[in-house]
Structures are given as C-alpha cells and as structure tokens.
Nanobody, 115 residues
Framework: QVHLVESGGGLVQPGGSLRLSCAAS????????MGWYRQAPGKQRELVAR???????NYADSVKGRFTISRDNAKNTVYLQMNSLKAEDTAVYYC?????????WGQGTQVTVSS
C-alpha cells in the first residue's frame, strides 16, 4: 500500500521546462521501483521514465535527453525534470510505485505544452 500524490503540472510554452514531483507514503520508498507514465487524449498510456532501487534509469526514446527522473529517499519523493518540452508531451502524467509484484498509482497531474 503506497499513497502517491503528484504535483508540478501546468501550462508551459514549447521549449520550456517543468518539474513534476511525486510524494509517497505508506511504504518503504527506497524499496520501490518508481516510474512516470503519461496518457495523452486518444492515446495509449506509455512509460516515460523509470528509476530502479539501485539508481538505474530508463527512458522512452521520445523523451531521452530531455527528461530526467530522480529520487530523494529521505523525502520519499520522486521527480521528473522535463526540459525542451514539445506539444506532443501534453498528457496526464502518473506516478507509479512498484514493489514485490504490486503497483500503486497516483491520481495524475496535467501537463499542457502550448503557445
């Protein structure tokens, strides 16, 4: 059981930056694989970034080089730094925590990239 609360979404112009935060409670944060997914209107949910307990990270090809996932175990928080944002990055972003074969999802935060 992990409760996740995302924050940091909003409206940003193309080329701009946002930092999403995901605060976790109710479990051992450091033992969880943390990830960010997103779902755009009319599109399938896709994995954006993932960080494992050992610090290894994975990124979708579409965001690699622009997004950075990180975690602060002392704060029980995972971040997604998003730079050079594009219109196609517009989506609801979800934080996910996975541990021992079980996953918890946050409510999501809207990111809109538009002029």
């Amino acid at each position: 059981q992990v409760h996740l609360v995302e924050s940091g979404g909003g409206l940003v112009q193309p080329g701009g930056s946002l930092r999403l935060s995901c605060a976790a409670s109710g479990s051992r944060f450091s033992s969880n694989i943390m990830g960010w997914y997103r779902q755009a209107p009319g599109k399938q949910r896709e994995l954006v970034a993932r960080i494992f307990t050992g610090g290894i990270t994975n990124y979708a090809d579409s965001v690699k080089g622009r997004f950075t996932i990180s975690r602060d175990n002392a704060k029980n928080t995972v971040y997604l730094q998003m730079n050079s944002l594009k219109a196609e990055d517009t989506a609801v972003y979800y934080c996910v925590a996975s541990r021992a074969g079980s996953s918890s999802w946050g409510q999501g935060t809207q990111v809109t990239v538009s002029s």
